[in-house]
């Protein structure tokens, strides 16, 4: 399975943007795909994810209500659609896949066998 991100960018705090993952080799229909982000200095933290067959979504608590998940089965694409951002959400967004069964693992990025490159978001103040 290959991940490719996209939509990074510069927004000013309050704005908004749409990350995209678009992978190839495997169908999202078999994966559960996850975003993480790492800000400089920082470990690699769970945003958001869906569980294979999109009927089971997850959030990380600071960023419930403002992100949203989403896939494009069509296009076998993800997305991460972020609102009202904030300086703190300024990070390296990574999306990732995996096949874990274990509910209780779906936050924990060992759970996630394919990753991929990040893509940049920062938000100015």
């Known amino acids: 399975v290959q991940l490719q991100a996209s939509g990074g960018g510069l927004v000013q705090a309050g704005g908004s943007l749409r990350l995209s993952c678009a992978a190839s080799?495997?169908?999202?229909?078999?994966?559960?795909m996850g975003w993480f982000r790492q800000a400089p200095g920082k470990e690699r933290e769970f945003v958001a994810a869906f569980r294979r067959g999109g009927v089971a979504f997850y959030y990380s608590d600071s960023v419930k209500g403002r992100f949203t998940v989403s896939r494009d089965s069509a296009k076998n694409t993800a997305h991460l659609q972020m609102n009202s951002l904030k300086p703190e959400d300024t990070a390296l967004y990574y999306c990732?896949?995996?096949?874990?069964?274990?509910?209780?693992?779906?936050?924990?990025?060992?759970?996630?066998?394919?990753w991929g490159q990040g893509t940049l978001v920062t938000v100015s103040s």
């Open positions: 080799g495997r169908t999202f229909n078999s994966l559960n």
């Open positions: 990732a896949a995996g096949t874990t069964q274990i509910t209780s693992t779906i936050r924990n990025p060992l759970a996630y066998s394919y």
